[in-house]
T-cell receptor, first 114, second 112 residues
Framework: GESVGLHLPTLSVQEGDNSIINCAYS??????FIWYKQESGKGPQFIID?????DKRQGQRVTVLLNKTVKHLSLQIAATQPGDSAVYFC?????????????FGKGTKLSVKP | DTGVSQNPRHKITKRGQNVTFRCDPI?????LYWYRQTLGQGPEFLTY????????KSRLLSDRFSAERPKGSFSTLEIQRTEQGDSAMYLC??????????FGQGTRLTVV
C-alpha cells in the first residue's frame, strides 16, 4: 500500500556540522514531497517542499533532494544549530484519487550536540 | 494571533464518555485536516474538508468519530464512547494551496 517511511529513527550531530535526514517512499505517483519539523509539544511546521518533476530544491540552510529512481528523499541541513533539534517527518501528497491527502512517515529525531 | 487554534489543549476523560475538540483554522484557508498522532509516530490522516464539504475520511475514522465544519470556518471532531486506544494527540491543520499546511498545537486526549 502507499507508505512513507524513514531509514533512521535518530540522528545525532555536532553543532555546525551538516545533517542529512533520509526518507524512503513507496508511491511513485505522489505529486509533492514535503519535509516538516516538529518540536516537542508543538504541531509540525512546514520546512520545504519539492514537486515530483524536480530533483533538487534549496531553501535557507536546507536542501531537499529527490531520487525517483530509488524512491528516496533527503533533507540536508547546513551548519546545524541547536534550534534544529526536533523530529523531522517527510510527507507526500498524491492528487490522483484522494483529493490531496498529506501522508506522513514515522519521523527522525535530530539531536544537535553543542 | 492568526495561526491555527485548537481547544482544549488537554483533555482527560473516562472510558465511555464522549469528547469534542474544536479547531479554528487560519481565516482565509479553505482546506482543513484532522490528524491523530501517537508517541514516536508521524501524524495519521483522519479526515479532510474543503470549505464545508468533508471530502475524505480515513479508514481509521470509525463510526465513533465524526467531524463537522458547518460554515466552512471552524471544525469540530467528536469521539463517542471513548476507548483507551483513542488516547493520542489530535492535530488540526489548514491550508490554502494543498502543499503548505499550518498545524495547530494539538489536543492531547487521555482516556482513563
Amino acid at each position: 500500500g502507499e507508505s512513507v517511511g524513514l531509514h533512521l529513527p535518530t540522528l545525532s550531530v555536532q553543532e555546525g556540522d551538516n545533517s542529512i535526514i533520509n526518507c524512503a517512499y513507496s508511491n511513485s505517483a505522489s505529486d509533492y514531497f514535503i519535509w516538516y519539523k516538529q518540536e516537542s509539544g508543538k504541531g509540525p511546521q512546514f520546512i520545504i517542499d519539492i514537486r515530483s518533476n524536480m530533483d533538487k530544491r534549496q531553501g535557507q540552510r536546507v536542501t531537499v533532494l529527490l531520487n525517483k529512481t530509488v524512491k528516496h528523499l533527503s533533507l540536508q541541513i547546513a551548519a546545524t544549530q541547536p534550534g534544529d533539534s526536533a523530529v523531522y517527518f517527510c510527507a507526500e501528497i498524491y492528487y490522483g484519487g484522494s483529493q490531496g491527502n498529506l501522508i506522513f512517515g514515522k519521523g527522525t529525531k535530530l539531536s544537535v550536540k553543542p | 494571533d492568526t495561526g491555527v487554534s485548537q481547544n482544549p489543549r488537554h483533555k482527560i476523560t473516562k472510558r465511555g464518555q464522549n469528547v469534542t475538540f474544536r479547531c479554528d483554522p487560519i481565516s482565509e484557508h479553505n482546506r482543513l485536516y484532522w490528524y491523530r498522532q501517537t508517541l514516536g509516530q508521524g501524524p495519521e490522516f483522519l479526515t479532510y474538508f474543503q470549505n464545508e464539504a468533508q471530502l475524505e475520511k480515513s479508514r481509521l475514522l470509525s463510526d465513533r468519530f465524526s467531524a463537522e465544519r458547518p460554515k466552512g470556518s471552524f471544525s469540530t471532531l467528536e469521539i463517542q464512547r471513548t476507548e483507551q486506544g483513542d488516547s493520542a494527540m489530535y492535530l488540526c491543520a489548514s491550508s490554502s494551496d494543498m502543499i503548505e499546511a499550518f498545524f495547530g498545537q494539538g489536543t492531547r486526549l487521555t482516556v482513563v
